[in-house]
Structure formats: structure tokens, C-alpha cells
């Protein structure tokens, strides 16, 4: 029978499933898709299923067929492309958080930040750290941070009794963000890292807002690599039961992204209440799910607006005839434009006009800053013509 991986529960309930799924919605591929038959998957499909299960006694939702192996596998192909931040609404969210852990943080402090990603906030922080590690099996870490003084990266899969040996100083600062969500093991995990502090330290955690997805019926950001889901009130009562408590919570993107500071104490703390889902949260999504679907049967021709993992995890949960429709997606990441969303003809391109001129309809799928790059982007060069968004499906201007 299963278990919940973050309390070992066994009263689950299913609230929703998915096929098709990729392994990984950050990989690409360099060719287009091989329509003359002969086996592989369907269009646009990956081979992968997802069973959305929720623990009825501490909340937390996971994907109770989540497949580590092939997870693992993805992360190291060339194909798999780390998100930089390109817009200036990421960038803007980089600085004011870096402000607001230097609040946090003393002149004295050492900081770990485990799976920094393109290393933006790291560079943003180390400066007022005494010193600064980064954790992480993978070389761009390694790379990026080459030249960053005070900065030492551990390419390594984070252990904390592993990583006491390779450490000069006490960590007092731990940080991960959007990593909490690809761990399968959180319990595991999150003790972990609470066992490599003393009392006093600080923690900050940042993940998707499971509360708000659900809420906005945002179904492709439910995709196999993200094996599990989070909402304040699981994360604080998984971190209380560890000693840690709450110091403040923060939201960013209309309450898209929830991000956590706590601090190990020792104490025992209160749980907070939680939030449980039923069928009417199945009936809900598939839904939406309907709704696009009607939407785009009005066009021939489609383009989505926004290339990265909302892209791909999207194109799974459409008919193959939706999909057919789209011919391109659109990135401002260079390192994108070429390649194709995966099992597709879907390519890639950039956000030129040139590039939406024979599209009757822009699928906005970039929820973060959909408005931002409505207003400023798309608002004067697509008069005229459709532009929807997956996050709601509504109609933005006609």
C-alpha cells in the first residue's frame, strides 16, 4: 500500500490523474518530430503517467507515480536547458530578495544555497556574506560562480553528513528554491538540512503555490517532474515538527510562488490548519482542460507565447488536433530558438513580429508575466487578432 513520503500516512485520496506526461518539461529536442509512423510516442505525448495523490493527515500532495530514474537521466542530457532570468520581472524579483534575506542575515553569516540554478542570487548575496557555498551535481554552477569571490561550489548531491567534511565554516544561512517540488524523498530531505544547523539559523524556502494552482485551475503545471506540492500551511507543519518555525511568509506572482523564512529553534510548535481536496477538484481541471480545448477550435493557426516548461507541459494535456494547430512557440532565451518542444514540429523561435505575422491566435503560457508581456509586448503588435491565456483561459483583447 503507499505511504505519504513526507509523514508516512496511509490515508490517501486520488484527486487527479494525467497521461502523456514527458519526464521532464525542460528538455528539448534538436529535431523536428519523425511523422512517417514506425513506433515512438504520439505527438506532442510523452510515455509517462501522473496519479495526483493527497495525504488526508498532513496535506501534502505528490505524484504517487512519480520515476526517479528517469528523472535523474533527463537532468544530465545536453538537451536539458537551466531557466536564466531573461525578463526584467525575474530580475526585479532576484534584487528585492536578496534585500530581504540580507534583512535576515548578519555580516558574520555563512550562506548555502543548494541547487542555485543560474546562480543570480548568489552572486546578488555573497558580497554580504562572510562566505558563501553552493551545492549542486551538475558543472554550470561551477562554471558561473568561477570568478565569484567568497563563492565555493560543491558539485555534489546534497548530504549533510557528506557535506560537514568539505565545509570551513558553520552554515547559519540555508536557501533552496524550487527544489522542494523535484525531491520525492521530502522528508528525508528536509531533515537533512535542518540537522546541518544549530538553533538560531535561518532557512528560506521557495516553491510553487500548490494553494493558488489548484485555486486558478492551472492544470499543466502539474507535471512529472515536480513529484510533489506545496501550500504554506503542509511546509510550515512539516518544518515545526523539525523544530523551525515561521518567521515570515512572503508571496510573489499574484500568490503564484510562496517563499518562507524560518528559523530553527528547538521548540515544539503548533500545526497549522490544512487544506484538503476532493472530486470536485478533478472535475475542475479537467474542465479547464475542456474549455482550451474549445477555445483554440476556432483557429488553424496557433503560436504559443513562451517556450519554457509551461510549453511542454502544456502540449500533453491537448488533443492532437490542438496541437497540430500550433506552429510555433515563442522565447526571448537564444539558447531556445531552433529547437523544438518536445514529440513535435513545434519550433522555437524568437519574439520577432516577422514570427506571428501568419498567426491568427497567441496562447499566452508564461503565468508569472503574462500581463506584463500583454501590456508591453503583444498589446500594439497583435492588434487585431486573438490573444488568450492558459492561465484561465480567458481572452485578453480581440
Known sequence: MAKC?????????????????FVSVADLTNDSFDDTGGGGNPYCKGDLMIELMQCLDCSYTFNAL???????????????????????????????????????AKSSSVGLEIAPGSCDLVKALAGDFEFFYTIDPSFTPQNLLANEKNVMHLRSLFDDEKLRGNLKHKIDFVIFRHLLEHIDIPREFLESVVRLLDNGAMIYIETPNAEEIFESKRFYEIRHEHCGYWDKATLCNA??????????????????????????TGNTLKRLPILLYDENLTRALNLEIAKLENALS??????????????????????????????????????????????????IKSNAIKNLQDIECVLM??????????????????????????????????
Open 365 to 398: 503560457c508564461m503565468p508569472c508575466y503574462e500581463r506584463i508581456v500583454f501590456e508591453k509586448e503583444l498589446k500594439e503588435c497583435f492588434k487585431g487578432k486573438v490573444i488568450l491565456s492558459a492561465k484561465g483561459i480567458q481572452c485578453l483583447t480581440l
Open 239 to 264: 518544518l515545526a515538527l523539525l523544530g523551525c518555525e515561521l518567521v515570515e511568509s512572503v508571496e510573489y506572482y499574484e500568490k503564484q510562488w510562496i517563499g518562507l523564512f524560518l528559523k530553527k
Open 5 to 21: 513520503p513526507l509523514c508516512e500516512g496511509k490515508n490517501l485520496s486520488k484527486i487527479f490523474e494525467a497521461q502523456n506526461a
Open 66 to 104: 512519480f520515476d526517479r530514474q528517469k528523472m535523474q537521466e533527463a537532468y544530465f542530457k545536453h538537451t536539458y536547458i537551466t531557466p536564466m532570468a531573461i525578463s526584467n520581472t525575474i530580475s526585479s524579483h532576484i534584487l528585492n530578495l536578496s534585500d530581504k534575506i540580507k534583512s535576515y
Open 298 to 347: 476556432a483557429f488553424k493557426s496557433v503560436a504559443i507565447y513562451g517556450a519554457g516548461s509551461h510549453a511542454n507541459s502544456l502540449i500533453t494535456y491537448l488533443s492532437e488536433e490542438s496541437c497540430r494547430k500550433i506552429k510555433c512557440a515563442i522565447d526571448k532565451d537564444e539558447r531556445r530558438v531552433g529547437s523544438y518542444l518536445q514529440n513535435s514540429n513545434i519550433v
